[in-house]
């Protein structure tokens, strides 16, 4: 692999404080991505925003507004995670799908390519900068715009189920599984909307926990124990 998209959760990033930012836990993150850093390998990173808001579960406020404090929650995380890249040594930059002032800059495929090509490892934040789009279809778009080679998703649970496995001790898991089978089924890989895009622009996906030893340099070098979603 040569450029990565690493979509990394929110609430993975919370570790057991299931909110805010474990430290602990995103210095780890750090450590990984510049061993890949190091290697060549180009990464982009997306971050969702469940550590800090889930919008979408309240009635009380207009889904819009809701959106729009969930794309603030990932510039937090973008920034956050950024600076702790930096303390790790790597360099960082960080775009956002809407103006920030001098806190990121707008993303643009030309500057963000640029940031790659230099082994810097570059952050998308704000998902598309519209409501109604979640971080998920964010991540396919970054990843389809940078032309990645694969979706890296790193999540709280070790790949994908054909139920939640929070709530069935029976959950299946699936070692490898086509695109078209997700949208088919709805399974929970992304929503629907970046599932279809994913199967539309041929954008394979590795899905797999974030906790454990050297989960994400497992994953790109091939010791792989989630689950393999293929165009």
């Known amino acids: 692999m040569k450029r990565v998209l690493l979509k990394l959760s929110g609430e993975a990033l919370a ?13 780890g993150v750090a450590k990984q991505v510049k061993q890949l850093i190091e290697e060549g390998i180009q990464v982009g990173i997306v971050i969702g925003g469940g550590n800090f808001w889930r919008g979408r579960t309240s009635e009380n406020i207009d889904r819009a ?26 360099d960082t930059k960080v775009f956002t799908a809407f103006s920030c002032g001098t806190f990121a ?6 500057e963000a390519v640029s940031a790659l090509q230099k082994n810097v490892v570059t952050f998308f934040a704000g998902g598309t900068g519209h409501p109604y789009f979640s971080t998920d279809t964010a991540t396919v778009l970054r990843a389809i715009e940078i032309e990645a ?16 496995p929070k709530t069935n001790p029976d959950a299946k898991k699936y070692d490898e599984l ?13 929503d629907l909307t970046a599932s279809i895009m994913c199967m539309e622009n041929n954008m394979p996906m590795l899905v797999f926990g974030l906790e454990g030893e050297q989960t994400i340099v497992n994953t790109v070098k091939g010791n ?8």
């Open 224 to 231: 792989f124990t989630g689950t393999k979603v293929l165009v």
């Open 15 to 27: 570790g057991d404080n299931k909110t805010g930012f474990d430290e602990n836990t995103v210095v």
């Open 149 to 164: 080679e694969v979706i890296l998703l790193a999540k709280a649970v070790d790949g994908v189920y054909d139920s939640d």
């Open 178 to 190: 086509s695109i078209t089978e997700v949208v088919a089924q709805k399974l929970a890989v992304m």
């Open 105 to 110: 800059e707008m993303f643009s495929k030309d």
């Open 65 to 90: 507004k809701a959106d729009q404090i969930g794309m603030l929650a990932t510039v937090m995380n973008c920034i956050y995670v950024s600076e702790i890249f930096r303390s790790e040594g790597m």
